[in-house]
């Protein structure tokens, strides 16, 4: 395999082609937060938190890590003042769904996040589709998906395959940093059981 | 009948010519989707059985065509070879259009009249909304039958094709686009040779052109007036883009909302494939191309290419997040170049005019003629081309007529709802991709909304960033949660509940979704907002700091009250309220109950104009309601 130099926060840092910036960064100690991010899943780039500055060509941008690819000779900065702010702003906005969830208020310590700053809205789901990817490419059940979108999509069991395949599984339960998973879970259960 | 060389598809060109008489009176009708709105259908069958009762089958010719523009005027006619033009074409007056064909006269009462002047203009061209455009790709829609590939062919279709196939390499035509400059008209202005050489040289064997028809834009309908009117131009230009990029394969990703479109554009693809301008060894090539119809179930965000993509794969239309670019690998992970339908139409006119010819016109950046649709309040609603670099000016009022009911331009808003408005004094702007994205708008695919002085400028970012609420996919957080604070602030500020700090909030949730979201619907959704900031920041401060509306537009910030001095006691105002909120009667002045009263502006709407006494205000107390013993009118005696 192939190695790429490049630099994280001013520290030399060895990926394999093929790595995104974020696995290379993880791979060294150092930590981006992430929220839709998973090991054994594909990237996905929906919650935007792992956003970061590359340098390559001359040109800088932003990127979000989990998406994109070490490149040999790129330089990267993981904090800046604008990835904070935006930071900030996305977990605001996250916040408004899931005030109480662990995750969110450990993140938003850390980057100065107003858990009130919006008005509070009904589901807690921040839609990072873990559950939904999970079931979908690890175990390959497609026991819960997405439905609708915008403003209205929300995460959904499909009863017919949920009733045989989640109740021996619920993995995707952990993975849930809101606890809405087992909510939405809960109330499939009780609706089929009428 | 399969033409086998370029030398075939010539011959039966001029067969095709052969048989049509050039002095042979046609009429044709435009059978859009506007004029068929309007009743463009019955006016053809009419003009048909006329023809027939009248004994003159041998002798006229009927047509319907695609859109012309001027949909402000449908049903549009034009009869050839004299091109008068007749608008708002009724069937009733069938009998007397036909009588005057015979005739060799022309029906006086069916011509554009000019407001101004008065003076009457007969042909198609001596009308100032056509006069004033520069119509290369939009002109043919209104010279053939929208189903016939022979009429398409008889004005010299496919010729581009058969220049290619014959005698260029695809480096060749490459070379040429290139050259001509051509920028994508679907919304980015991405220049068109560089996306396709990047496919061209991508590796790989299997590649893909594709069309973007996906036009969702509110308001906005140049592509489907090509697709519907002239689908043979579109397919042309893609067929030759597949040769230059190395695809044996297209797609066309056509909106659910257009069947017409569909329609037509599948009969096109039938009709090619019968002469062999599609399918395998095309004109004797040794070119293989097959393209492919692909109707889109209703999604905005489809129209943004890695979504338009992910559709076509069968898969939930979600953008991808990307930092490979889709000519590179996009549908399939295979090359694939995405161009919009206005694009793909102006290639075969580049290869067959030269790429001189095409830069002759537009600004330094901007090459060629742009469609634009121009809607809202504007007199001539309709589909316009204009060489790149008219001002906005000479559209808004030498094309579009100007603004109806003598009221004042307040902004013209374009490139869709992600666009931007641009205020009066921008008005000698150069339209150009450049030149409007630095005016804080874009060019987008060419919707061109008109607003006057009754339109709040902070209700239009509202109801823009709304819609894209709505057409979010709803993947990433910036756009979905930012669009869904930011649409709650701003209907909150039209109702008048805005506090210090939400501009401020507002700029803020505007960085975080330029920068940070997936797709360009993110990245580009605030424009609305930013837009009307920048021009009328002082509106957004009215909403929040006077509790006022300046446009008196907002219903929450409006009130009516009707002027004592001037009310007649006519009544009208009172029986056709809804919520019984006027008081009032034979003789009795009337008088506006403001609890009661819901805005919706009925009493100023009824109330005669030689009154004028209902009062729309915003931001200030209403006056209190005259005594009651005042209200009563005494009215001299009509003498005798």
């Known amino acids: ?194 | 009948m399969k033409l086998n060389t370029p030398q075939d598809l010539e011959k039966l060109r001029q067969d095709i010519l052969s048989k049509r008489d050039p002095d042979r009176p046609c009429i044709s009708i435009c059978v859009g989707t506007g004029c068929l709105a309007f009743g463009a259908r019955e006016v053809i069958e009419a003009i048909r059985a006329e023809i027939k009762t009248q004994g003159l089958d041998a002798e006229i010719d009927t047509k319907g065509t695609g859109c012309p523009g001027f949909c402000e005027r449908g049903p549009v006619m034009v009869i050839y070879p004299q091109e008068i033009c007749y608008l708002q074409v009724k069937p009733e007056d069938a009998p007397e259009i036909v009588s005057a064909i015979k005739a060799g006269k022309v029906v006086e009462r069916l011509l554009y009249v000019d407001p101004a002047t008065k003076e009457k203009a007969t042909r198609e061209s001596d009308i100032p909304f056509y006069q004033n455009q520069e119509r290369r790709v939009i002109c043919n829609n209104i010279r053939i039958d929208s189903k016939s590939i022979d009429d398409y062919l008889a004005i010299g279709g496919y010729s581009a094709l058969a220049k290619v196939l014959s005698g260029m390499t695809p480096e060749a035509v490459l070379e040429e686009i290139k050259k001509s400059n051509l920028r994508g008209r679907g919304g980015a202005g991405f220049p068109a040779g560089r996306k396709w050489e990047g496919s061209r040289n991508a590796p790989g064997d299997t590649k893909y052109v594709l069309v973007n028809a996906d036009e969702g834009d509110p308001g906005a309908f140049m592509d489907r007036a090509l697709l519907e009117g002239n689908p043979h131009a579109v397919l042309e230009g893609l067929i030759i883009g597949g040769y230059t990029v190395g695809a044996r394969e297209g797609y066309i990703y056509v909106r659910q909302e257009y069947p017409l479109a569909v329609e037509n554009v599948n009969l096109a693809i039938t009709r090619a494939e019968e002469y062999g301008l599609l399918g395998e060894n095309i004109l004797g090539s040794g070119f293989d191309f097959k393209v492919i119809v692909h109707r889109g179930a209703g999604a905005f965000v489809c129209g943004e290419s890695t979504a338009l993509m992910t559709a076509l794969e069968g898969r939930v239309g979600e953008p991808r997040p990307k930092y490979i670019r889709s000519n590179v690998k996009g549908l399939w992970q295979k090359p694939s170049v995405l161009n919009n339908v206005e694009t793909w139409a102006n290639v075969p006119l580049i290869i067959n005019r030269g790429a001189d010819w095409f830069t002759q016109i537009g600004t330094k950046g901007s090459k060629g003629t742009k469609i634009f649709s121009l809607v809202g309040k504007i007199k001539n609603t309709g589909l316009v081309e204009v060489p790149m670099g008219m001002t906005l000016r000479d559209i808004i009022y030498k094309i579009g007529g100007g603004i109806p009911g003598g009221k004042k331009f307040k902004a013209v808003q374009t490139g869709g709802p992600s666009g931007g408005c641009i205020p009066e004094s921008l008005l000698d702007l150069q339209v150009g991709f450049d030149e409007l994205t630095d005016a804080g708008s874009m060019m987008g695919s060419g919707g061109m909304i008109v607003m006057d002085e009754d339109t709040c400028m902070v209700d239009v970012a509202r109801y823009f960033i709304e819609f894209l609420t709505d057409e979010s996919c709803g993947k990433c957080v910036p756009c979905r949660e930012g669009l869904r604070q930011m649409h709650k602030i701003l209907t909150r500020i039209t109702e008048g509940k805005g506090r210090e700090g939400d501009i401020e909030t507002l700029e803020e949730l505007s960085e975080v979704a330029v920068e940070a979201s997936l797709c360009a619907l993110g990245k580009s959704a605030p424009n609305p907002f930013l837009s009307t900031l920048r021009y009328f920041r002082d509106e957004y401060e009215a909403h929040i700091q006077d509790k006022r509306c300046p446009a008196r537009s907002c219903q929450a910030l409006t009130s009516y009250y009707i002027d004592p001095e001037k009310c007649q006691a006519c009544l009208i105002c009172m029986k056709k309220c809804a919520s019984k909120a006027i008081d009032g009667g034979k003789n009795k002045i009337h008088v506006i109950d403001q609890e009661k009263c819901t805005q919706c502006g009925v009493c100023l709407d009824v109330c005669p104009s030689r009154f004028g006494a209902v009062v729309k205000i915003s931001g200030e107390p209403v006056p209190p309601p005259i005594p009651e013993e005042q209200r009563t009118i005494v009215r001299k005696k009509k003498e005798k």
């Not at chain 1, 070490?70 to 990835?83: F, P």
């Not at chain 1, 999509?153 to 395949?165: D, G, L, N, R, S």
């Open chain 1, 1 to 194: 395999m192939k190695k790429i130099r490049m630099q994280i926060d001013e520290k030399e840092v060895v990926a394999e082609e093929g790595m995104t910036v974020l696995e290379a960064a993880l791979q060294a100690g150092i930590s981006i937060p992430t929220l839709c991010y998973h090991e054994k899943l594909e990237p996905f780039g929906g919650c935007r938190l792992c956003m970061v500055e590359v340098e390559s060509g001359g040109r800088t941008r932003l990127v979000v890590s989990c998406v994109y690819l070490a490149e040999e000779g790129l330089v990267v900065r993981t904090r800046s003042e604008k990835i904070d702010k935006i930071r900030k702003v996305i977990l605001e906005l996250l916040l408004a769904h899931a005030p109480d969830s662990p995750k969110l208020q450990e993140y938003a310590a850390e980057y100065g996040a107003d858990k009130n700053r919006f008005e509070k809205e009904a589901s807690f789901c921040v839609h990072c589709g873990l559950c939904v990817r999970y079931c979908a490419e690890v175990k390959q059940k497609h026991a819960v998906g997405f439905i609708d979108r915008g403003i209205r999509k929300e995460i959904c069991f499909i009863p017919e395959i949920a009733a045989k395949e989640c109740p021996g599984c619920k993995e995707c339960f952990e993975l849930c940093p809101t606890s809405y998973l087992q909510a939405a879970y809960v109330l499939v259960e009780s609706l089929a059981s009428r």
